[in-house]
């Protein structure tokens, strides 16, 4: 659809855009992202991650073991694949994730939110059956970063930025947790955030250069303390 020009001159197409990737990655977003750590409170009864320095280490693993070679990558393969309405790739990349959640708290974490999504854009008339164009529908089931591609897809978002975009909401998550969890105050929060901004952009950078066969999680770690979380004792959070 083409883009009419604002009077500064910057295609109103490219505000919407923006706009659209604010709303998805706002922690408002009624998903229940809130309600998940990714094993970090685990990490914290463990007494691996206990202050600003240690959390930002385990944040910069994550970042860089993690979503780098994850999600951050076959979030962009995923897009590409709504743009060219390949559901065969679709459903490859929706699996391929799936079967990378190496704990059931983690996959539960990623098929309720997918599911939260979903609804959420169904509520908004944006799922995929909803534009009469589109030939293809959510995979029954489907992960959070295939219904998170899709909404970037429709509201124009570049691959580029919709990657940034994830990782930022991620990192937003994570400090949000370590928050609650630990003797750890907003301006220690915002002095992380200053630390990771340059490494979101790395991470990015890195993720569209990896082939298909050099895509996988190695975090070991954050694995055990997803599994110990299922029987922690006392807890905040649902992983």
Request: glycine share 8%; aromatic share 8%.
């Amino acid at each position: 659809m083409p883009t009419e020009a604002s009077p500064s001159g910057i295609a109103q197409g490219d505000d919407l855009a923006l706009l659209g990737l604010l709303q998805l990655v706002s922690p408002a977003l009624p998903i229940g992202a809130f309600a998940f750590s990714q094993g970090l409170e685990s990490a914290f009864e463990l007494g691996w991650v206990n202050d600003e320095a240690s959390l930002g280490e385990w944040l910069e693993g994550v970042l860089a073991d993690g979503l780098t070679r994850c999600e951050l990558p076959v979030l962009a393969r995923l897009q590409q694949a709504w743009a060219a309405e390949d559901g065969e790739a679709i459903a490859h990349w929706d699996c391929w994730l799936a079967a990378n959640r190496e704990t059931a708290e983690l996959a539960a974490e990623d098929s309720r939110l997918g599911a939260s999504l979903a609804r959420l854009l169904g509520s908004l008339g944006l799922l995929p059956t909803d534009h009469p164009s589109a030939a293809l529908a959510l995979p029954a089931g489907s992960g959070y970063v295939t219904a998170f591609a899709w909404a970037a897809q429709v509201r124009g978002v570049a691959p580029r930025q919709a990657m940034l975009g994830f990782a930022w909401a991620w990192l937003e998550n994570q400090l949000a947790v370590a928050c609650k969890a630990l003797p750890l105050g907003h301006t220690a929060a915002q002095r992380l955030v200053e630390r990771l901004r340059p490494a979101l952009v790395v991470a990015v950078d890195e993720a569209l250069e990896f082939g298909d066969d050099e895509l996988g999680p190695a975090l070991p770690g954050l694995a055990l303390a997803s599994a110990l979380h299922e029987t922690q004792y006392s807890r905040l959070f649902r992983s």
